[in-house]
């Protein structure tokens, strides 16, 4: 019988091609366009960090989280989140956000943040940033850039251009 039960655990090498199959049908061949791709274009992932929502014996979400610095500080860019319309609306999504949140913040991380629905990551801990302040090196809508800071003044201080870890 179909259990809606999932476990979270850390992206193994093994999990590549069910994580492709599923970025492929969320958002198809223009994520690869996006101003997000071009900042974590070329850079490893963190295994610890990027998590997945495991159902019985099928990969039903993921989320994905790249080093990235903002100005001169490291941060962590989050995304591509994903769940597959099978396991929708069982919370894994906001369980993916909030685990490797957490899991970021225990390492030392500070700075978050993603393109995204502030609708849906607002209540975890996501805000608008100020435009003028802290830009993408792309086109973005600038209602979408939301970041989270992980620890007291990290969100305020924030500021300059999001880079990839290797420019
Ligand atoms: C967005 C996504 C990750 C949500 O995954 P999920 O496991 O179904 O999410 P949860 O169960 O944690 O949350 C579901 C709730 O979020 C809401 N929600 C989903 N997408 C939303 C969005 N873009 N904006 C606001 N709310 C949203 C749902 O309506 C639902 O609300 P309810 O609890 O009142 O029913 C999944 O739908 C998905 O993979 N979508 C395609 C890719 C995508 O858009 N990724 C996010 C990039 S911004």
């Known amino acids: 019988m179909f259990s809606p039960t999932y476990i979270l655990r850390p992206t193994q090498p093994s999990d590549a091609a ?18 997000a ?8 992932p963190d295994p610890q960090l990027s998590l997945v ?3 019985s014996d099928r990969l039903g979400g993921s989320v994905t989280m ?4 903002i100005g001169p500080e ?25 685990a ?11 700075l978050v943040l993603l393109v995204g629905d502030e609708p849906y990551y607002g209540p ?9 302040k802290l830009t993408l090196p792309g086109p973005v809508d600038p209602r979408r850039v939301l970041l989270a ?16 870890w290797h420019w």
């Not at 069910?18 to 101003?35: S, V």
């Not at 790249?66 to 610095?69: A, G, K, L, V």
């Not at 490797?100 to 500070?110: I, K």
């Open 18 to 35: 069910d994580i492709e199959a599923l970025h492929e049908m969320a958002f198809g061949p223009g994520r690869f366009a996006r101003t």
């Open 37 to 44: 791709f071009r900042l974590r274009e070329g850079v490893a």
């Open 53 to 55: 929502a495991q159902f």
């Open 66 to 69: 790249t080093p990235i610095r």
């Open 74 to 98: 490291p941060a962590l860019l989050l995304g591509p989140l994903a769940v597959h319309p099978d396991f929708a609306r069982k919370g894994a999504g906001r369980s993916l956000v909030r």
């Open 100 to 110: 490797s949140l957490e899991a970021a913040r225990r390492v030392g991380h500070r």
């Open 124 to 132: 975890l801990g996501f805000a608008r940033v100020d435009y003028t």
């Open 149 to 164: 800071g992980l620890v007291p003044g990290a969100f305020e201080a924030a500021a300059g251009m999001a880079k990839n």
